[in-house]
């Protein structure tokens, strides 16, 4: 348990003691212009070590008692996997479906992407995430059946191919992409209605 002497070194570490403008200030510009008690004995002890979010020091995480830019380094390659993937699926998918939906207006396959879209686009990513989980990770587990992973990019004890990647990404992606997939499915068929039906096109059918 922190002793108030340990609470009152954290606060002078963290410059928490400062007034709330100095606190702004070195949070953007740093503090390595300014002499700083650094031990919260009130006295002086050199200039501070922060060089300010506009320099690309974005501080310190307590939590994970790092540098924020050695969190973000760590974390950033799989949210871009993540993220690129999803984008990619999106991209294909909405335009497949809606220029399909398109093509074939009002017809029991249009209903059925309508009301489907309808519905995707009506739920929290959160709730269609637990529910493909549900299904495709613990009840396809249950019944024997090849279950997908829910957590890491990897195996912990796995060779860390493609692969296992894949399958790693197959959950989170489908849950990110469905809603966009949705979303974008209907604008695209929209946007193919009004071109199909412009003058120009039925002047060159005519």
């Known amino acids: 348990r922190a002793t108030p002497e340990d609470r009152a070194l954290m606060r002078a570490k963290y410059g928490l003691d400062d007034p709330l403008p100095i606190q702004y200030i070195t949070w953007l510009v740093g503090d ?3 002499m700083r008690d650094k031990t919260g004995d009130g006295e002086v002890d ?6 300010g979010v506009l320099r690309g020091d974005l501080g310190e995480s ?5 540098t924020v830019n050695e969190v973000f380094s760590i974390r950033l390659p799989n949210t871009l996997i993540l993220m690129v993937t999803q984008y990619i699926v999106t991209i294909i998918f909405a335009l497949f479906i809606g220029i399909f939906a398109a093509l074939r207006k009002y017809t029991a396959a249009d209903n059925i992407i309508t009301g489907v879209s309808f519905v995707l686009f009506s739920m929290p990513v959160f709730l269609l995430a637990l529910l493909l989980v549900q299904v495709f990770a613990v009840q396809f587990k249950n019944l024997g059946l090849p279950s997908l992973p829910v957590s890491g990019m990897y195996d912990p004890r796995g060779d860390r191919s493609f692969d296992e990647l894949v399958r790693h990404l197959i959950l989170p992606v489908a849950s990110l992409a469905a809603i966009s997939i949705a979303g974008y499915s209907r604008y695209i068929r929209s946007t193919m209605l009004e071109v199909i039906n412009s003058d120009y096109i039925r002047t060159a059918r005519a």
């Open 62 to 66: 307590i939590v994970y008692g790092r």
């Open 32 to 34: 390595d212009w300014r």
């Open 46 to 51: 050199g200039y501070g070590e922060r060089r």
